[in-house]
Nanobody, 130 residues
Framework: EVQLVESGGGLVQAGGSLRLSCLLSGFTIDRYTIGWFRQAPGKGREGVSC????????WYADSVRGRLTISSDSAKNAVFLQMISLEPEESALYYC???????????????????????WGQGTQVTVSA
């Protein structure tokens, strides 16, 4: 059974840091692109960052570039999102999602449109207080 389980969310003050983890089971991440998305109440799901684990290619949304770092650990079958200098407007439910990389979707996955991602976790809540 394919599962993605996020952890590491919590309450942090503005300017603070958090490290989110996404533990994957049921498949190995080596042929996948893994993305982090976030969704605040009343808003759409926003792509934040993704990584293609086979070659380490990463992508970041402009709003987070320089403050968030995505990484993967094949031995742990996990992907991480280190977040620094967090802002209150970044409070949201953070999800990780995965998609097997194929010739059809390889570039589309970097658009971070949610429909390109097949498997989703339940999310971890990040709350940034002012």
């Amino acid at each position: 059974e394919v599962q993605l389980v996020e952890s590491g969310g919590g309450l942090v003050q503005a300017g603070g840091s958090l490290r989110l983890s996404c533990l994957l089971s049921g498949f190995t991440i080596d042929r996948y692109t893994i993305g982090w998305f976030r969704q605040a109440p009343g808003k759409g799901r926003e792509g934040v960052s993704c990584i293609t684990t086979s070659d380490g290619t990463t992508w970041y949304a402009d709003s987070v570039r320089g403050r968030l770092t995505i990484s993967s650990d094949s031995a742990k079958n996990a992907v991480f999102l280190q977040m620094i200098s967090l802002e209150p407007e970044e409070s949201a439910l953070y999800y990780c999602a995965a998609s097997l990389v194929t010739s059809t979707n390889a570039q589309e996955l970097y658009t971070m449109r949610p429909h390109w991602y097949d498997c989703w976790g339940q999310g971890t809540q990040v709350t940034v207080s002012a």
